[in-house]
Structures are given as structure tokens and as C-alpha cells.
């Protein structure tokens, strides 16, 4: 969307023209999916429930009202009903799947310093697997998502405050387990939680 008067003129011939949520379908289902996927880990769960986030959002834009708050965060508390449901159905408690989240490279061409970032990427992502659901949630909202705290609140239910107190404790968790990992494995150097020397 190009600002938000658009969006919400969008959204409001939306209401009545299917035309119209369509080009809202084409705005938002890539930003959906990876987040459907994120949280499930399969892409064939992940294709159905989009569809369904759209289905059960087309069926009730006529009740959606404009408080401020990006419309995509309708649509992210919609996904989020979806996959909770989703794993309470399933009765598993699913780790995410985070290997995809991005492809991350090294810009430099040392060998050495390509496989000691590859090491530290294996232990982040096996210490973010560890983590409860919720702050898995959170760190896909926060970092693939690219959300504010205020949009993952009204996706997570909180507060902004409460968002904030939970990216928080959840930072310190990572850092903390860590910090173990490289005590007890001396030759490990995780660069992305080093403490200062100040």
C-alpha cells in the first residue's frame, strides 16, 4: 500500500466489492503465508490456512473497523487464531521451523570466517528452537516480519509495554544460554550477543 488513505479507501470498497479485497489478497498473502509457514513448518498446512485467513477475512471486512492500526495486524491476529487452533487441533506443540528464515551470507571470502559463521548460525537457531512458542512468535514477528511492537501486540494480544518487557527477557534468555554454550565449548565465538568492554 502506498499510504494509508489509499488502504483505507481500499479497505472500504472492499466491503462491497470483491474486486477491491482482492488487490488487498495481493498486498498482504506473501507477508501472511511466511508467517503461516513460519509457525507451522509445512507448506502444504501453511497454503490451506492463508486461504483460510482470507476466506474467514473476506467474510468479515464488513465488520472491520479502522481504530489506526494497520490492517495488516487484522490480518496477522486472524493468522494467529488460525495456527493456534491449528497446533490445539493437532495436539502438538511444534517447534518452528526457523532454518528458512533467511539466507544468510558471509560478505567476506575467508573460509575460516564463513564456517565460524555458520557454526554461530547453527547455535542461535537451535537456541531460538528452544524457546517457548510465544517468543518464537515474537522473534518472526520482530525480525522476518519486520513489525513494530504496537502491530505484534495487536497480533499477540499485549500490550505494547508487554511486547517490549517479552522481546526483552527473551533477549536476555538467548544471551544468557549463550554465554553457557561458549563457557562450556572455549573454542566456540558467538559474535552476535558479545558483551562490551566499556
Not at 483505507?8 to 503465508?33: H, M, N, P, T, W
Not at 479502522?66 to 495456527?83: C, E, K, M, Q, T
Not at 518452528?96 to 539466507?103: H, T, V
Not at 564456517?115 to 524457546?131: G, N
Request: aromatic share 10%; proline share 2%; charged share 30%.
Amino acid at each position: 500500500m502506498t499510504t494509508g488513505v489509499d488502504e483505507s479507501a481500499l479497505i472500504e470498497r472492499a466491503k462491497s466489492d470483491k474486486d477491491a479485497f482482492g488487490q488487498l489478497y495481493e498486498c498482504y498473502v506473501g507477508k501472511i503465508y511466511n508467517y503461516v509457514y513460519y509457525r507451522t513448518g509445512n507448506v502444504a498446512d501453511a497454503e490451506d490456512l492463508t486461504a483460510r485467513v482470507f476466506f474467514r477475512a473476506m467474510s468479515h471486512i464488513g465488520s472491520y473497523d479502522d481504530r489506526g492500526i494497520p490492517f495488516s495486524a487484522w490480518l496477522y491476529r486472524i493468522a494467529h487464531n488460525l495456527v493456534a487452533n491449528w497446533h490445539r487441533d493437532r495436539s502438538r506443540r511444534r517447534i518452528i521451523s526457523i532454518d528458512d528464515i533467511a539466507q544468510w551470507r558471509v560478505q567476506d571470502e575467508s573460509p575460516e570466517l564463513a564456517t565460524q559463521f555458520m557454526q554461530d548460525k547453527d547455535v542461535l537457531l537451535a537456541a531460538i528452537r528452544r524457546l517457548p512458542a510465544e517468543r518464537q512468535e515474537l522473534l518472526i514477528l520482530k525480525f522476518v516480519e519486520r513489525l513494530s511492537n504496537a502491530e505484534i501486540g495487536e497480533i499477540m494480544g499485549r500490550s505494547e509495554g508487554a511486547i517490549k518487557s517479552l522481546y526483552h527477557r527473551t533477549l536476555l534468555a538467548l544471551r544468557e544460554e549463550l554465554s553457557m554454550k561458549t563457557e562450556k565449548s572455549p573454542t566456540k565465538r558467538l559474535g552476535f550477543f558479545k558483551k562490551s568492554e566499556n
